[in-house]
């Protein structure tokens, strides 16, 4: 399984992007997805999950009621509506398969990782 994430940019605080992950190879509609960001000099981190189905959703509290994470199982992606974006938001922004059906915050149960995608919020 390929992943490839993409839709990130530059954008000013208060605004809005919307990151997409592709599947590629194999489907990962039986799977849970991740959003995981890592910051400069910091330690990747969760932000949201989906479980296999789509009607289970997590969110760090950093972005509870700010992103949106939802998916196409038709279509074999897995999108992530960030709105009310914050500096603090900028990072590398990846999404990655889960070993399971249902979402965790731990990396260590994701196996595929797709290659990043840079979000940079300008205050």
């Known amino acids: 399984v390929q992943l490839q994430a993409f839709g990130g940019g530059l954008v000013q605080a208060g605004g809005s992007l919307r990151l997409s992950c592709a599947a590629s190879?194999?489907?990962?509609?039986?799977?849970?997805v991740g959003w995981f960001r890592q910051a400069p000099g910091k330690e990747r981190e969760f932000e949201t999950g989906?479980?296999?189905?789509?009607?289970?959703?997590s969110y760090a509290d950093s972005v509870k009621d700010r992103f949106t994470i939802s998916r196409d199982k038709a279509k074999n992606t897995v999108a992530l509506q960030m709105n009310s974006l914050k500096p603090e938001d900028t990072a590398v922004y990846y999404c990655?398969?889960?070993?399971?059906?249902?979402?965790?915050?731990?990396?260590?149960?994701?196996?595929?990782w797709g290659q990043g995608t840079q979000v940079t919020v300008s205050s």
């Open positions: 990655a398969q889960g070993l399971y059906a249902n979402a965790s915050p731990n990396p260590r149960v994701y196996r595929y």
């Open positions: 190879g194999r489907t990962f509609s039986n799977n849970a």
């Open positions: 989906i479980n296999w189905s789509g009607g289970t959703t």
